[in-house]
């Protein structure tokens, strides 16, 4: 079997909002779960317990997202502001 080679250049990583957008998949997340609790014995009598802790999991993996790209976000920062500072121009 022949090894695969890319035949064209990988896009650059598309970059947005992202502190913003992990912030709001996470409260989604959080309230999904809230939305749910009042009605964990009709979850319960069907065994779809799962789906109430699956929102509960969301919102704490959003937790550690939000650490993490807020993290990535000011090492971003200080990168850019240390090679503005050397007169690099950002390359």
């Given at each position: 079997m022949a090894k695969w080679t890319p035949r064209h250049e990988a896009p650059e990583p598309l970059e947005g909002p992202v502190v913003p957008t992990i912030i709001g998949g996470t409260v989604l997340w959080f309230v999904l779960?809230?939305?749910?609790?009042?009605?964990?014995?009709?979850?319960?009598?069907?065994?779809?317990?799962?789906?109430?802790?699956?929102?509960?999991?969301?919102?704490?993996?959003?937790?550690?997202?939000?650490?993490?790209?807020?993290?990535?976000?000011?090492?971003?920062k200080r990168d850019a502001a240390r090679r503005a500072a050397e007169g690099d121009g950002g390359h």
């Amino acid at each position: 079997m022949a090894k695969w080679t890319p035949r064209h250049e990988a896009p650059e990583p598309l970059e947005g909002p992202v502190v913003p957008t992990i912030i709001g998949g996470t409260v989604l997340w959080f309230v999904l779960f809230l939305v749910q609790v009042p009605f964990y014995g009709w979850f319960d009598d069907r065994d779809l317990t799962w789906w109430v802790w699956t929102c509960l999991a969301g919102a704490g993996l959003g937790l550690i997202g939000i650490w993490y790209v807020r993290g990535r976000d000011a090492a971003i920062k200080r990168d850019a502001a240390r090679r503005a500072a050397e007169g690099d121009g950002g390359h």
